[in-house]
């Protein structure tokens, strides 16, 4: 996908700050488009359908974890990259924020070179997704349809969102290795996108949630692996 092609949709209540971050993603050639509350957020997504959110956590209205969950729940979504840009780094946000559907956090403030940097990266898992949605792999009574982004367990089907399905997808291409952390964060996150282990942690409790703990075993002080 060519830059041209790439909608960001900016989303914060700070005029300054929408203008800043958008001259200078508009400098590099991606379409900009911004909201400056939650409802905005939404309603923009669903209409323009961008690559990328950068979602600021505390707005009026509608805060950016409440717009998140509701954009994640519009279909033709489901593969749209979303980061919050927040001044809030604290453990309880960003875990919050990776529950909600949330791919990635960037924190206030952040030089533009910088940012820019951190946005190209996030991007490059375009690419990385287009790579990987041809098949369909079963497992005993688990079936992974890249594709559509869903799964399958006995009769019941469920679509999960974009992290937890790449995550599910990675440990289950090999059943039974270990998956170091460092890996997993390396091939669902970017080796250049910098996040905590809390995220594979909030990630793997996700996916407990939804298919069972017995598909998983944490091996203490190295990683996952798939079991099922």
């Not at 990385?128 to 992974?144: H, K, N, P, W």
């Not at 974009?162 to 090999?174: A, G, I, N, P, W």
């Not at 703990?213 to 798939?226: E, Q, S």
Request: charged share 35%; proline share 4%; hydrophobic share 40%.
């Amino acid at each position: 996908m060519k830059k041209k092609d790439i909608k960001i949709l900016l989303v914060d209540d700070e005029p300054d700050i929408l203008e800043i971050v958008g001259v200078n993603l508009s400098a590099e050639g991606y379409k900009i488009s911004t909201a400056s509350n939650g409802f905005e957020a939404v309603w923009k997504a669903k209409k323009e359908l961008p690559q990328l959110i950068i979602l600021d956590v505390m707005m009026p209205e509608m805060d950016g974890i409440e717009a998140c969950e509701k954009i994640r729940e519009i279909p033709e979504l489901k593969d749209v990259i979303i980061t919050f840009f927040t001044a809030r780094a604290e453990d309880y946000s960003m875990v919050a924020g990776y529950e909600a559907g949330a791919d990635d956090y960037i924190t206030k403030p952040i030089k533009p070179k910088v940012l820019v940097s951190k946005v190209k990266s996030l991007l490059r898992r375009l690419k990385d997704l287009d790579e990987t949605v041809s098949d369909i792999v079963t497992l005993g009574d688990l079936i992974i349809n890249r594709e559509e982004y869903k799964i399958s367990i006995g009769k019941e089907e469920m679509a999960l969102p974009r992290k937890e399905f790449e995550l599910l997808s990675l440990l289950c291409s090999k059943p039974g290795k270990v998956f170091k952390r460092e890996e997993i964060l390396d091939k669902v996150w970017g080796n250049e996108v910098v996040v905590g282990g809390r995220t594979i942690d909030v990630h793997i409790r996700k996916l407990r949630e939804k298919i069972g703990d017995d598909y998983f075993k944490t091996v203490k002080g190295i990683g996952y692996k798939f079991v099922g």
